[in-house]
């Protein structure tokens, strides 16, 4: 989304990081852009900003919360998208320039860095590097405050069918990196090991994660 130039506005000194400055900006504008996210029952995952000369290309990715399951549709791409666009024009610190505004949401196999990104992969077959072992997968079977219940898929010959471990508790301290595995076919909620529930308050799970 392309905004033509616009009338010159004063810009408050001290609160428009100078066009030398793409990090800053980009944490004004996150501030600026989070309670509308927010009100649209969206999570702002990522503001980046990039400048090229007085023109600015502000790239957002928002999520669903981790209390949803699914992913960021196409609809709520498009209002969320005009909701932040007229946030923008209405920008009390903005300098009147040209900018491009970029809306996405994150792909399935995006890193799961952050314990809501994990939440949202409650259920999923996920790869995991820890810093004891590395590329291991497994099924998440539960998010806790401090890690994961996982159950790994142990190493088996190739043609076999894959066999499960017992369940393990992976601690978030020791987790390097995860990443969601796609999958053909999806377990059903009813087909989890129901004997693991979330404790109440942990989310279900997200296709958009």
Same mark, same amino acid.
């Given at each position: 989304?392309?905004?033509?130039?616009?009338?010159?506005?004063?810009?408050?000194?001290?609160?428009?990081?100078?066009?030398?400055?793409?990090?800053?900006?980009?944490?004004?504008? #996150?501030?600026? $852009?989070?309670?509308?996210?927010?009100?649209?029952?969206?999570?702002?995952?990522?503001?980046?900003?990039?400048?090229?000369?007085?023109?600015?290309?502000?790239?957002?990715?928002?999520?669903?919360?981790?209390?949803?399951?699914?992913?960021?549709?196409?609809?709520?791409?498009?209002?969320?998208?005009?909701?932040?666009?007229?946030?923008?024009?209405?920008?009390? #610190?903005?300098?009147?320039?040209?900018?491009?505004?970029?809306?996405?949401?994150?792909?399935?196999?995006?890193?799961?860095?952050?314990?809501? #990104?994990? #939440?949202?992969a409650l259920g999923r077959m996920v790869k995991v590097n820890a810093s004891d072992r590395e590329n291991f997968m497994?099924?998440?079977?539960?998010?806790?405050?401090?890690?994961? $219940?996982?159950?790994?898929?142990?190493?088996?010959?190739?043609?076999?069918?894959?066999?499960?471990?017992?369940?393990?508790?992976?601690?978030?301290?020791?987790?390097?990196?995860?990443?969601?595995? $796609?999958?053909?076919?999806?377990?059903?909620?009813?087909?989890?090991?129901?004997?693991?529930?979330?404790?109440?308050?942990?989310?279900?799970?997200?296709?958009?994660?």
């Amino acid at each position: 989304m392309t905004k033509p130039d616009r009338p010159k506005v004063a810009a408050r000194s001290g609160n428009r990081p100078t066009a030398m400055d793409p990090v800053a900006e980009a944490a004004r504008l #996150h501030a600026l $852009l989070a309670p509308t996210v927010a009100a649209a029952d969206l999570y702002l995952e990522e503001v980046k900003v990039h400048f090229a000369g007085s023109h600015r290309t502000v790239s957002v990715v928002v999520d669903l919360t981790e209390d949803q399951a699914g992913g960021v549709g196409l609809d709520a791409i498009s209002a969320i998208s005009r909701e932040l666009s007229d946030v923008m024009d209405t920008d009390p #610190h903005d300098d009147g320039n040209a900018y491009d505004l970029e809306i996405s949401s994150p792909g399935a196999t995006r890193p799961l860095t952050e314990p809501r #990104h994990w #939440h949202r992969a409650l259920g999923r077959m996920v790869k995991v590097n820890a810093s004891d072992r590395e590329n291991f997968m497994g099924r998440v079977l539960a998010v806790e405050e401090d890690g994961i $219940l996982f159950r790994p898929e142990l190493p088996v010959k190739k043609g076999m069918k894959a066999k499960q471990g017992e369940p393990e508790k992976i601690a978030f301290a020791v987790i390097r990196r995860g990443v969601v595995e $796609l999958e053909f076919a999806r377990l059903d909620e009813a087909e989890l090991d129901l004997e693991f529930e979330p404790a109440s308050g942990d989310a279900a799970d997200g296709e958009g994660s």
